[in-house]
């Protein structure tokens, strides 16, 4: 199985929204990718706690079968046409992927 990790911090504004619009509107089009395709074991998105310091702000923490569902995760259309949004509001973003 393969553990897939990606974090992003959001500018302060972008895309005609805020940094909490923009969080909000990027979590929504996530969760829509929960069950795209076969293969998706488990398909997380959190946004960090506003009252806490954290480094980042919203998070997708997710498990695939194997390499051939996490591709074909990232291929998916679906998933493929929130790229464009997200690369107008990140600020930083940080991916781990590993074996479990």
Not at 49 to 69: H, I, K, W
């Amino acid at each position: 199985m393969l553990q897939h990790v990606v974090m992003w911090k959001i500018k302060a504004s972008a895309d005609g929204g805020s940094r909490e619009a923009n969080i909000a509107r990027a979590r929504g089009l996530l969760e829509a990718c929960a069950g795209l395709v076969p293969g998706i074991v488990r398909f997380e998105v959190a946004t960090a706690q506003p009252d806490m310091e954290c480094t980042y702000d919203l998070v997708l923490n997710s498990s695939f079968t194997d390499r051939d569902a996490l591709a074909a995760y990232q291929n998916h259309p679906s998933h493929v046409a929130l790229k464009p949004f997200m690369r107008a509001v990140v600020l930083e973003r940080q991916c781990m992927d590993y074996e479990i």
